[in-house]
């Protein structure tokens, strides 16, 4: 009895520590999210003189000078175009990659397979030279295929491996009866294997969506016109040495969040469920 009553104090203990750990964890991240929110909606010299109250004249004059001044909304489509085709692209090469390589009987699918795990330590910052060079002798500078390829490059190995651990585990059996019947691998793969990898592909599309609309770095690089700038690179620019409105920052860095909030709350169970079966199948 007292071995069980010692058992049930300590597992009271570690629960309540469990939850209020987490509490604590969860307002320390939300608290930067809502500052940031409802001083957008704040004057420079409220945000000064009083940084973490809440705006007592609201306004929407930071919004305004955002898309006004900012090119916002050249930015926030550009951030469409590359993240939702490069994902697009991502998505369907990773799905065929992971079917040619674990479902198709040739002896060099290892080799293949171990070139994508290289493309993993391959990292932006160590090609981002050459790559600029290249673009500037092809003519791709400046334009939206020279930003998606080299998105599609980048997400293409952590998709790969994705797509083949999940693709691995389809039975063999369901592929054969349906070579028995007549149908072409390319059959196969748009009547079979890409409605069966749903919960995959959801989680490739908010991996690589995501990424690709945090990315900053290949954009500023290989773009030089304010109309082909992203969202990033854009509210980079509201924070330069002479300007200082934080209202303006932070009013930009809505702009540029509420997107993706949107975009995991949508597709979030889906990403979860990928992750989940692609564990379980291996």
Known sequence: MKNNLRERKISVHTIVFSYTFLILFTLVTLFPIIWMSYSSFKSMGEIMM???????DFTLDNYKKCIEFGNMDYA????????????????????????????????????????????LLIT???VITPLFIMETNTGLYNTYLGVILPYVAFGLPMAVLIASSYIRG?????????????ATYQ??????????????????????FLGN?????????????????S???????????????????FAALVIGTIPMFIFYLVAHNAFIEGFGEGALKE
């Open 231 to 249: 969202l990033p690179v854009t509210i980079n620019s509201f924070a330069g040495r002479l300007n200082q409105d934080y209202g303006l920052q």
């Open 124 to 126: 932006v910052n160590s």
């Open 50 to 56: 009083h940084p973490l109250s809440l705006p007592k």
């Open 170 to 182: 389809i039975p063999d059996a369901l592929i054969e009866a349906a070579i028995i019947d007549g």
């Open 76 to 119: 926030f489509l550009n951030s469409v175009i590359y993240s939702t085709v490069s994902t697009l692209l991502v998505v369907l090469l990773s799905i065929q990659a992971g079917f040619a390589l674990t479902k198709f009987p040739y002896k060099s699918r290892k080799v293949y397979s171990a070139l994508f795990t290289v493309g």
């Open 187 to 208: 059959q196969i793969f748009w009547k079979i294997i890409l409605i069966v990898s749903t919960p995959v592909i959801a989680t490739i599309s908010v991996l690589t």
């Open 213 to 229: 609309w945090n990315e900053f770095l290949m954009v500023f690089t290989l773009t030089s016109g304010e109309n082909m700038r």
